[in-house]
């Protein structure tokens, strides 16, 4: 079998004074898919993010990024692994307020030289790279580039969220239920729009929600409770 983007071997993770809340035998993202991971509220779908990105480790068992276990880098070296190969899109779309919209979008390929690379090799710079993501998220106006964050509707952060995430084309794109906030329709385009998006850079898909619905419009779903034995058995 080839490399798996994501795999996970006999990973277990319990949150201090807690029972487990993980426990995933095995669990493999190919390099390519689009995934759709479905979970109720609290059964642990950020949690596993945050695993994935080697924010929190594992006490047993093991993360593997594209062949890389991540409990064997140092912090800061598991710092520039994430960044370098995962964009996320978060629940709250954590832009930075005080930004603009084009620094928030360009903010990744100042922590990671290889994002920057791919940025300026795909698009010719880092500046364009940020214009024209934008702009096929559906926000082309230069004006609207230089506004501070905190100024934007909710729709509009979570475009600037997704282009923050696609720039310089890290492997893994991860999304944590980002269109909890937006009507049923707007979330299908954004959705159609990020499969683009990711096809084009390359980067694989984990999108993770409550929301089921969703689930026909990815190549691939599980639910967190099959992969998942500390999961209670109502949610399987
Ligand atoms: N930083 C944390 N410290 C302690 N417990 C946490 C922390 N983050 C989440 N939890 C607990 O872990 C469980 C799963 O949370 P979470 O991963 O956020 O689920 P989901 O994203 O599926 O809603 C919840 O019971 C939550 O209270
Ligand atoms: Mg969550």
Redesign the pocket.
Known sequence: MSQALIELRDLLFA??G?AP?LDIPQFRLEAGEALFLK??????????L?LLGGVNLPAQGSVRLLGQTLAELGQGARDRFRVDHTGYIFQQFNLLPFLSVRENVELPCRFSASRAKRARQRHGSVDQAATQLLAHLGLADPAMLARRADSLSIGQQQRVAAARALIGQPELVIA??PTSALDADTREAFIRLLFDECRAAGSSLLF?S?DQSLAPLFDRHLS?AELNRAAAPREA
């Open positions: 949150w201090p807690q809340l979970g109720p509220s609290g059964s642990g779908k950020t949690t596993l945050g944590d239920e993770v409550h967190l």
